[in-house]
């Protein structure tokens, strides 16, 4: 399984949830990415072409789930799964879409005391856009720590 963690905007890849996923799939690529949304994308992309048989499951939080949610509106059929963690979904760049229908399986965790992306409107705006979604909303913030540490990864990453 192709693997890759895209961690928030002011994040790297020595945080805590991509040194926490590195443990457990040691496997994964935590690549760090820094510029515009329009200069991560262009990195993103260089590194999910790979050969066109191979499929990725893409692990994104905040900003990080923003770019995987815009990389599978392009790119469906490269993809997995997504799971996304409290992604920035309120973005222009991903809210001017109009009749998105990403057929992706999608999970995503989202913090019921999320102050930086409103739980409500990132719900309304998965709903409207995945296809395939499990949404579960968390007694956690925007950061879901505690969240993260108790996923099931092994049984999520099926």
């Keep these: 399984m192709n693997l890759l963690y895209i961690y928030g905007l002011e994040g790297n890849s020595q945080g805590m ?26 990195k993103l992309l260089t590194i999910l072409q790979s050969p066109p048989a191979d499929k990725w499951t893409l ?28 992604p920035a979904l309120i973005w222009p760049d991903f809210v001017l879409q109009t009749d998105l229908r990403i057929p992706i399986p999608t999970v995503i965790y989202h913090g019921r005391h999320d102050d930086i992306v409103p739980i409500e409107y990132a719900r309304s705006l998965a709903e409207r856009s995945f296809t395939q979604l499990v949404f579960h909303d968390v007694n956690d913030d925007h950061f879901l720590h505690p969240t993260v540490r108790a996923i099931d990864w092994q049984q999520l990453l099926v």
Excluded: N
């Design 17 to 42: 949830k991509a040194t926490y996923l590195r443990e457990r799939f040691p496997h994964i690529r935590t690549p760090d990415f820094t510029g515009s949304l329009e200069q991560r994308m262009e």
């Design 59 to 86: 692990i994104g939080s905040s900003f990080g789930g923003l770019m995987a949610a815009l990389y599978a509106i392009s790119h469906p059929q490269r993809l997995e799964k997504l799971i996304l963690l409290a």
